[in-house]
């Protein structure tokens, strides 16, 4: 394309609003978070002062934070084992050629769409320890002697949210394997068949080797996703009991609000950043690749 | 009506690689040049400049007296039909066609009244409705060819428009666009990689390589004495055979030779040659068509023969290396066979085997 | 000849069984969904009644009766409808000019550009809660509609500029030059070419910018604390908390109402799913 200067200013033109945006905000927020991470701020009156280091230092010596850097990494690997097991497996079925795909399909991946809120009011209505039909059901079949109180126990509080998650999150796992394996050329298969391998040798040295460059990326995404999570554990159990299922994104909204400190909030979201860095460069990198391919 | 002159144009990318070095020619008003050369010799880069869709890094593009290089495309007049036709997905082939009278401001039944008219005589009359994924690819070519000639452009510009034809319509179209530019008359600059195309279609021929211009002539010129080593590979085909060996003077008389090949030069070709005699570092270009199999000039071992039926591409092994004869008949020779070489001593094109320059003759 | 009809049967029938596998395992995972519609039918006194009936005996409509003229719920919806729609609108043309102009045009800081797009696009919401906080209270914009508009943009627009940069690279550049040689300026072109050939992708963009605004809660929780600011998902979440008897046939209601829009959309996005999904939120 030319390189003139009334071309390169419609570029420019085009680009200010999303700049303007992305500036004001989110640049400039988060330039932010990490002022008020080192003062002192009380989030009603917006008053306070600079402490530098401490709410860092006090971060690290806080035992509950450590006890929920714990409880986000267990939901985050718990539900991505999940989702990636069921998203590997309902990719494969919905792949095949069955009467009623499209409308499989779109049941598969409808939880994915539905708002975190409803999924949670649909799931705690399961749950529920005197009507849910869950206990109703698993005492019928004997599995279990009385009605658990799923979201009040520990581990079982814990369970539950991942499981949740799993429910919730995997129908991106599919989404994105059904679009890979549409594209796996069919030559593949009957060349192997050819060659003489079986469906399972199929699987293993075709469809696996030709899904693992998405598998990656999904891996990464959704990790650096449930990492994240806030809207779903916090509506299944509040965090509880105790803290219990508390994960880190939740602790950043009690500190900033029902507790008032702001700076101690926006430190526990800097190391928050810190640690997802980490994952997001990967995915950078990761996709950098898929694009130069 | 208007020529279309380079003047030192010269293009470099931003990455540092360069397009274009020191381009002048003049297309003359009502020209059909053709730039021919393999990919990435320029001619592409070239014709978007003339058109407006690059920028030349330094130099001067003239239509007529007016220069054009600060004008954007749509204001320089000209129509070009794209390598993948571009035709609008989402238009209808009338839409289509009425795109460029729709950015002039025509009226919307002028508009109309010009699309049927042109699509009547491009045979579209039936497809004004359909959208161009519908139809084949020759229909397309004729959507593509007639949005550039509706706004009657001073200058056609066609990147490679009928690489994407199977052979059979490319040869009808050919000879559509040969009827077209002596209907219309105006200036086109056709860009190919393809020598049948060059050699059927154009008045004159520009033959580029690396972003530099090798020569420019009519057809003839350009097959008859291709002025260096690069032009005469690139055009004619089988390609033309090169030998290198030097030149003696035998009794007053200039003869080529190489191993196990003699051609004596005639007689007013010895004459200017005479003062060019060397041993070696002479580059001979034979034609396939050029040579027979017959006594005369060498001698080789036949490795293939390619039966086209009127005649046969032998391919030879000589100590000279492998020749390449085009041997007018049938069945004139078989693998395995030591056949004569004979070389038509008017046709041989002699260059300068370092410059690859044609050696003055 | 009797032991290929007996190999052809036994595939067969092995066929059947995986297909039936195939569904049942589809309903499992489907079967919260039902059991909300079940529930947002029956009569209050059925919805606790034990064995829990899998079908309503008595299909009533009184939930959503209640839910439409007993409730905030209207509120919330009309003001879920304001920002999701607003939402949806600004994000589009700010990232449709954006990605045209980060594909199509060089300059300095242009690939920075794309990059901090997929950064952003990553960034974790609650990094940027508090801040926002402050910028909406400063501006004033706290308990508004627009300022939750604005705190949308901070998601839905990288995500949207991603999608429409892999829509708009996958596009011919010939088409603009051959509009801009039949006398289109580049503005033009991108009216007349681009937008048209994107609209694919716009609509892919907007229907996920729609859902993802629609189904927020953490930024609608904190910034919007008055009843006729709430949106639907923290609004449906008082309504659970603020009854000591819940009524959960009424909140099943309430739900089924919050999935209409997001199961519209999907039927609307479902052909584009794949391309759009695809390219937009996998594959970088």
């Known amino acids: 394309m030319r390189l003139k200067t009334s071309d390169s200013l419609i570029g420019v033109a085009f680009i200010t609003p999303a700049a303007t945006l992305f500036l004001l905000l989110v640049a400039y927020p988060l330039f932010q978070s990490i002022l008020i991470s080192f003062s002192a701020i009380n989030t009603m009156t917006l008053k306070g002062h600079y402490v530098g280091l401490a709410n860092y230092l006090d971060i690290l010596q806080d035992q509950e934070f450590w006890r929920t850097l714990v409880n986000t990494l267990i939901w985050t690997a718990g539900s991505l084992v999940l989702q990636v097991l069921l998203g590997v497996g309902f990719a494969l079925l919905l792949h095949r050629a069955f009467p009623g795909r499209a409308l499989a399909r779109s049941l598969v991946l409808f939880p994915y769409l539905l708002s975190t809120a409803v999924a949670v009011l649909v799931w705690r209505w399961l749950f529920n320890d005197l009507y849910g039909i869950l206990n109703y059901g698993l005492v019928h079949i004997g599995l279990i002697e009385r009605p658990i109180a799923w979201l009040s126990r520990m581990p079982e509080a814990m369970i539950s949210v991942i499981l949740v998650g799993a429910w919730k999150f995997f129908p991106f796992v599919v989404i994105a394997l059904l679009a890979r394996l549409q594209t796996i050329p069919l030559q593949l298969y009957e060349a192997a068949r050819i060659d003489g391998a079986s469906a399972v040798a199929r699987f293993w040295d075709i469809t696996l080797p030709q899904l693992s460059g998405v598998l990656a990326v999904v891996v990464l995404l959704r990790s650096i996703w449930d990492f994240k999570e806030f809207d779903l554990v916090y509506l299944m159990t509040g965090g509880g009991p105790g803290i219990g299922t508390q994960t880190l994104p939740i602790l950043v909204y009690r500190e900033a609000f029902p507790q008032l400190h702001l700076g101690k909030g926006a430190a526990i979201a800097v190391v928050m950043l810190l640690v997802m860095l980490v994952f997001m460069l990967l995915y950078l990198r990761q996709s950098a690749r898929g694009d130069e391919r | 009506m208007v020529s279309v002159r380079y003047q030192h144009l010269h293009k470099a990318f931003g990455d540092g690689s360069v397009a274009l070095q020191d381009f002048s020619l003049e297309v003359a008003d009502g020209e059909f040049l053709t730039f021919l050369g393999p990919s990435g010799c320029g001619k592409t880069t070239t014709l978007r400049m003339t058109a407006g869709l690059e920028t030349p890094t330094s130099g001067e593009i003239f239509f007529?007296?007016?220069?054009?290089?600060?004008?954007?495309?749509?204001?320089?007049?000209?129509?070009?039909?794209?390598?993948?036709?571009?035709?609008?997905?989402?238009?209808?082939?009338?839409?289509?066609?009425?795109?460029?009278?729709?950015?002039?401001?025509?009226?919307?039944?002028?508009?109309?009244?010009?699309?049927?008219?042109?699509?009547?005589?491009?045979?579209?009359?039936?497809?004004?409705?359909?959208?161009?994924?519908?139809?084949?690819?020759?229909?397309?070519?004729?959507?593509?060819?007639?949005?550039?000639?509706?706004?009657?452009?001073?200058?056609?510009?066609?990147?490679?428009?009928?690489?994407?034809?199977?052979?059979?319509?490319?040869?009808?179209?050919?000879?559509?666009?040969?009827?077209?530019?002596?209907?219309?008359?105006?200036?086109?600059?056709?860009?190919?990689?393809?020598?049948?195309?060059?050699?059927?279609?154009?008045?004159?021929?520009?033959?580029?390589?690396?972003?530099?211009?090798?020569?420019?002539?009519?057809?003839?010129?350009?097959?008859?004495?291709?002025?260096?080593?690069?032009?005469?590979?690139?055009?004619?085909?089988?390609?033309?055979?090169?030998?290198?060996?030097?030149?003696?003077?035998?009794?007053?008389?200039?003869?080529?030779?190489?191993?196990?090949?003699?051609?004596?030069?005639?007689?007013?070709?010895?004459?200017?040659?005479?003062?060019?005699?060397?041993?070696?570092?002479?580059?001979?270009?034979?034609?396939?068509?050029?040579?027979?199999?017959?006594?005369?000039?060498?001698?080789?071992?036949?490795?293939?023969?390619?039966?086209?039926?009127?005649?046969?591409?032998?391919?030879?092994?000589?100590?000279?290396?492998?020749?390449?004869?085009?041997?007018?008949?049938?069945?004139?020779?078989?693998?395995?066979?030591?056949?004569?070489?004979?070389?038509?001593?008017?046709?041989?094109?002699?260059?300068?085997?370092?410059?690859?320059?044609?050696?003055?003759? | 000849m009797s032991g290929r009809r007996a190999l052809r049967l036994r595939r067969r029938l092995l066929r059947v069984a995986a297909d039936l596998t195939t569904w049942a395992l589809v309903l499992a995972v489907a079967f919260p969904l039902f059991w909300m519609l079940g529930t947002s039918l029956k009569p209050s006194a059925e919805t606790f009644a034990l064995p829990p009936t899998l079908i309503p005996a008595h299909v009533t409509f009184e939930h959503f009766r209640t839910l439409l003229f007993e409730t905030p719920f209207p509120t919330y919806f009309l003001n879920s409808v304001i920002v999701a729609t607003g939402t949806t609108l600004l994000v589009i043309v700010v990232s449709l000019l954006g990605a045209y102009s980060v594909v199509r045009f060089r300059y300095r800081g242009r690939r920075l550009a794309a990059q901090m797009v997929l950064f952003t696009y990553l960034l974790p919401a609650v990094v940027l809660l508090l801040p926002l906080y402050l910028i909406l209270a400063s501006l004033g914009l706290v308990n508004s509609l627009l300022g939750l508009i604005l705190a949308y943009t901070t998601f839905a627009m990288p995500f949207s500029l991603w999608l429409l940069r892999s829509f708009i690279l996958a596009m011919p550049i010939d088409l603009e030059e051959a509009a801009m040689v039949d006398?289109?300026?580049?503005?033009?072109?991108?009216?007349?070419?681009?937008?048209?050939?994107?609209?694919?992708?716009?609509?892919?963009?907007?229907?996920?910018?729609?859902?993802?605004?629609?189904?927020?809660?953490?930024?609608?929780?904190?910034?919007?604390?008055?009843?006729?600011?709430?949106?639907?998902?923290?609004?449906?979440?008082?309504?659970?908390?603020?009854?000591?008897?819940?009524?959960?046939?009424?909140?099943?209601a309430a739900s089924v109402m919050m999935a209409v829009p997001v199961i519209v959309a999907f039927v609307f996005l479902q052909r584009h799913l794949t391309s759009g999904f695809g390219a937009g939120a996998v594959k970088g």
Request: glycine content about 8%; overall charge neutral; hydrophobic content about 45%.
């Open chain 3, 183 to 252: 006398g289109a300026s580049r503005v033009e072109a991108f009216l007349d070419v681009v937008v048209p050939q994107a609209l694919p992708g716009i609509i892919s963009a907007a229907l996920f910018s729609f859902i993802l605004s629609w189904n927020e809660y953490l930024y609608a929780l904190v910034f919007n604390r008055q009843d006729h600011t709430k949106t639907l998902p923290p609004g449906v979440i008082t309504m659970l908390q603020q009854n000591t008897n819940t009524e959960w046939s009424l909140l099943m």
């Open chain 2, 64 to 361: 007529g007296e007016r220069p054009v290089v600060d004008l954007p495309p749509g204001r320089r007049n000209i129509a070009m039909v794209f390598q993948s036709y571009a035709l609008y997905p989402h238009m209808t082939v009338q839409q289509n066609l009425e795109y460029p009278l729709r950015k002039q401001g025509v009226a919307r039944d002028e508009r109309a009244r010009r699309a049927t008219a042109l699509a009547a005589t491009l045979q579209l009359d039936a497809l004004l409705h359909r959208r161009p994924k519908h139809l084949s690819g020759g229909q397309q070519q004729r959507v593509a060819l007639g949005r550039a000639l509706i706004r009657e452009p001073e200058v056609f510009l066609l990147d490679e428009p009928l690489s994407n034809l199977d052979a059979e319509l490319r040869t009808q179209m050919r000879a559509e666009l040969i009827q077209l530019h002596r209907r219309i008359g105006r200036t086109m600059i056709y860009v190919t990689h393809d020598q049948v195309e060059a050699m059927t279609m154009s008045t004159r021929i520009a033959v580029m390589s690396k972003g530099e211009l090798q020569q420019v002539g009519t057809p003839l010129e350009i097959y008859r004495e291709p002025r260096n080593r690069f032009v005469a590979a690139f055009v004619g085909s089988p390609a033309m055979n090169f030998v290198e060996g030097g030149i003696e003077l035998r009794d007053g008389r200039a003869v080529f030779r190489a191993a196990g090949l003699e051609v004596a030069l005639p007689d007013a070709r010895s004459a200017r040659l005479a003062g060019l005699a060397r041993a070696s570092g002479v580059l001979a270009g034979i034609r396939p068509e050029h040579l027979s199999l017959e006594p005369g000039s060498g001698e080789g071992r036949v490795l293939v023969v390619e039966a086209m039926g009127h005649e046969d591409i032998v391919t030879a092994e000589t100590p000279a290396g492998r020749i390449v004869v085009r041997s007018a008949g049938t069945a004139t020779a078989a693998a395995g066979d030591l056949v004569p070489l004979r070389v038509d001593p008017e046709k041989l094109h002699l260059f300068d085997a370092a410059s690859g320059e044609r050696l003055a003759c």
